[in-house]
Nanobody, 121 residues
Framework: QVQLVESGGGLVQAGGSLRLSCAAS????????QGWYRQAPGKQRELVAS???????NYADSVKGRFTISRDNAQNTVYLQMNSLKPEDTAVYYC???????????????WGQGTQVTVSS
């Protein structure tokens, strides 16, 4: 019913930049919060950045000052601008959204399919 489609991943050199996008489609009444997570091979998934409906943001310490999360309410899209990329940023990045599909219903978490970000040294 609700799908999150990610784009923007790729291969970049250390110090480069990428911008990830995550567009939500389907039956959407409201989005309470959105976030980006990443998972490197053999490691657990970790929160990178999040943004609430009130545009309050939070970042992992490892990306503060380098990454910026933002959203376009009209497009139901959340972005992650990644600057000064480091090899340790290499991971599969997943977007997440807490979405209410109808006014009378609860909110559920939805996940994107993941997009690979590889930073070479």
């Amino acid at each position: 019913q609700v799908q999150l489609v990610e784009s923007g991943g790729g291969l970049v050199q250390a110090g480069g930049s990428l911008r990830l996008s995550c567009a939500a489609s389907g039956r959407i009444f409201s989005i309470a919060a959105q976030g980006w997570y990443r998972q490197a091979p053999g490691k657990q998934r970790e929160l990178v950045a999040s943004i609430t409906s009130g545009d309050s943001t939070n970042y992992a310490d490892s990306v503060k000052g380098r990454f910026t999360i933002s959203r376009d309410n009209a497009q139901n899209t959340v972005y992650l601008q990644m600057n000064s990329l480091k090899p340790e940023d290499t991971a599969v990045y997943y977007c997440n959204a807490r979405i209410r599909t109808v006014l009378s219903g609860p909110s559920y978490d939805y996940w994107g399919q993941g997009t690979q970000v590889t930073v070479s040294s």
